[in-house]
């Protein structure tokens, strides 16, 4: 059985249950200074950008038509990061700020990458991998619960994918790859 090796993360953020996910949430200015805020959706995803130091145009998010920028007010709303699915927990700490919580850890691509196509030459010596592909632009997203698979191919045209997950850590770590001389079909 393969061994797994924690993947170093560029940000840390917990998979929790709702209730814990909410109640670890940081805090996060909403209020941009103008008389009439933007629509709760978008503080929210302008927030999760700022968190992620993300372009603003990366992240956008649907929340529900119910939620209301009150003190206490807890609700989750699904997001979108570099074009990938993922929920988050907010919960308002006074009517004018919020804390977001993503169930999921965002990676930086070429460095998931790079880490993705060190743990095969390690696990595989001798095989020359040419390129590794995890999905998603500028970051990856591992959301709980979830695998993200990352395609390798060698020099000499052998393919092998490395699945992707959280541990119980909630950080994401190599849970198994194939073999890219004797790939599964």
Known sequence: MWSTRSVAPRLRLLALPVPALLALASLVACSDGEDKPPALSQQVAEATAEQLDLPIGEVSASCPADAEAKQGAEFLCELQVDGQDVTAGVVFTTDKEFGVQLAAEVRDKAELEGEVKDELARRFPGIDV???????????VIAAGKTVDCHAEDTVGGKATAKVGLNAEARAEIQSVTDPAHPVP
């Open 130 to 140: 040419a390129t590794v592909d995890c999905g998603g632009e500028d970051v990856v």
